[in-house]
């Protein structure tokens, strides 16, 4: 399902909800421990995991760009910045599942806005199939699909834009 996006005052909300057949301590870990982080977006690093803390994002050239940490709840929440933008993990526990809701507070829409769209939808996928114990084969396929879904979505939101 793609990510609902809303315009707002300060710019842009995407929405993704997921539900895991898993707990959502299980779900914090491939977010928060870096060992299952590199499994499927092996660029982060969690460096400092509080509030105030710095997120690393290798930027495949020898320099990291550190992302503040601006909300943290142990097993519930997870937010850093993403650039000019913000990055949300929120996990609600349901009898031995969990819904996840990814936000991403979006500044300005650029073309690189649906392919982080599409990035963000397929890491979500990753995210459910490896903790069933599956692979996804082809990370890249699946993101053309979606990045054209997206490349749509977005025209709609903001009245035909061009991209």
């Not at 969690?46 to 097993?75: C, K």
């Not at 300005?108 to 199939?129: M, N, R, S």
Request: aromatic share 12%.
């Amino acid at each position: 399902m793609l990510a609902e996006i809303e315009k707002v005052e300060a710019g842009y909300i995407a929405r993704y909800e997921r539900h895991f057949k898993h707990t959502a301590e299980q779900v914090w870990a491939m977010l928060t421990e870096n060992d299952r982080l590199a499994e499927w977006f092996p660029e982060l690093r969690v460096r400092d995991l509080r509030t105030g803390g710095i997120i690393a994002f290798d930027m495949q050239d020898g320099t990291f760009e550190e992302m503040e940490i601006v909300d943290l709840t142990p097993y519930s929440a997870l937010e850093y910045t993403w650039g000019e933008d913000r990055v949300r993990f929120e996990l609600y526990p349901e009898a031995q599942q969990c819904r996840l809701v990814f936000i991403e507070k979006i500044s300005t829409i650029t073309d690189q806005t649906p392919k982080d769209l599409a990035g963000w939808h397929v890491c979500l996928i990753v995210i459910e199939v490896l903790l069933d114990g599956r692979k996804l084969e082809d990370r890249m396929t699946e993101w053309k699909v979606w990045y054209e879904q997206y490349k749509t979505l977005l025209n709609s939101v903001e009245g035909k834009r061009e991209q």
